[in-house]
């Protein structure tokens, strides 16, 4: 092969072209990244320091701005440290009855470093001459407020970055989910302070149209019908706000009678929607269930059920007919346009519970809650099970105040301790609660589940030594147990032991053990009469 002079020097011309381009591009970039040096990317953090002393501004002129912008903006909300200071002082010195201004305020900065940095005694004079006007004090307390709040969604989005990065076994991303909704919501919250005092006659009014809409309705109550009659009348139907706590042993329907109640006001569900585009609810309601102890699919199974009347135990065997088939279809159509959510998240803690009823609340509307059962509902924070008391008041104290954030009804299922078994009269009482602590105390309203056919179905006669089946006396004994159970069999009696806004007493259901399924029964015990 011959060696072309000429492509030689075209080949070292091309390397020193390419060398040079390096050295221009690394020129440009060295020369990009000085440029850069001198104007950073930089952004602050969203505050606005001419708002915050035109609203100190107009403090300092007229005491009484304090007034109407104190549920708005808190010392912490302050972007400038010594602005937050400087609010503090000023709610102090007005606490007390005295008047705050430049002068007043002076003995308390005297020494503070912070405010001679800004000028000393003067800044403040400065802010009280330079205040505009006190008419736009509720909007420059609204922008500080609102700086505030995109600050703090920073913070939080930074953390949740920071503890993504984390692998740490102790901490699953689900529950870091729930840690950043709660903060999230804690932080919605952070602008309400709570409601103000309100007039008596504002009340008063308000109670009337509900006394109103309870005269107007059929059942004649204020409450949400639970769709069984006599419950209703005991205790006028379920109330806002209230925590409702149905404890039972084991075996005797509270899953059964809560599923129901649940069934029954998803099923009546309707809502109007007035002039003004605001959806009210009719009658019903949307209703979500926290099952902990059965799954989704077991409660599913059961409620439909109740809706075609085929048996549960005929349904999980698949030993049916074609028109139990055609019925149960009937029945799945009609479940799968109710407003009935259910969460089988197996020991939910009490924060995910609550973070969950709110979203649920925010998306689809929420009229009722319902816990399965509270016991199996985790507290907030890592515990070590010392004391299982404080677990459970903590539970009860988050589901009490679950209802009162919701503004709806919380009906909670909690096991009794055994303690019933050891007495001749099974028939629960309060001091029966498991791990009580505080569910009596936070409850509006404490009911038992009582059914004598459980307990009275063990005691069936046996034949003694000296005895056969066919003997007179053990005929006798066992027709004698026969009759009793006919007379109890699938009744129910509902101990209403505690109600805050009402009379005890106990209500008589029917509960046909084959569909689970309660219904009304014409027996009704007074309090004269409460066989406990």
Partial sequence: MICDPMWASTKQDDQA???????????????????AEEAPAYRSMPHNEEAEQALLGAMLVNNDVLNRIEDIVEREHFFIPVHGRIYAAVQQIVEKAQIANPITLKAYFDNDEALAEVGGASYLAQLAANAATIINAADYARQIHEHFLRRELIAIGEDMVNDAFEHSVDQAPESQIEEVEKQLFDLAESGNHGSEFRSFRDVAVEALGTME???????????TSTGLRDLDDQLGGLHRSDLVILAARPGMGKTSIVTNIAFDIAKRYRAEVDQSGTASVVDGGVVGIFSLEMSAEQLTTRVLSEASGVPSDLLRRGNINQRDFESIVLASQELSKIP??????????????RTRARRL???????????????????SGRSNNDNRVQEVSEVTQGLKALAKELDLPVIACSQL??????????????SDLRESGSIEQDADIVMFLYREEYYQSRLQPQTKDDETEDSGKYRERLEHWQQKMDAIRGVTEVIVAKHRHGATGIVGLYFDAATT??????????????PY
């Fill in 361 to 379: 609340k925010r998306q689809h509307g929420l009229s009722l809650v319902i816990v399965d059962y509270l016991q199996l509902v985790r507290p």
């Fill in 517 to 530: 399924k309660y219904t009304n029964l014409e027996t009704r015990y007074s309090n004269d009469d409460a």
């Fill in 340 to 353: 009935l959510y259910i969460d089988d998240t197996p020991a939910i803690s009490i924060q995910a519970l």
């Fill in 17 to 35: 072209n390419d060398s040079l381009k390096r050295t221009i591009m690394v020129h440009a970039d060295i020369t990009q990244f000085t440029t």
């Fill in 417 to 430: 301790s055994r303690a019933v078994e050891q007495r001749e009269d099974k028939r629960p009482l309060l």
């Fill in 213 to 223: 809409a309870a005269f107007r309705k059929e059942a004649g109550m204020a409450g």
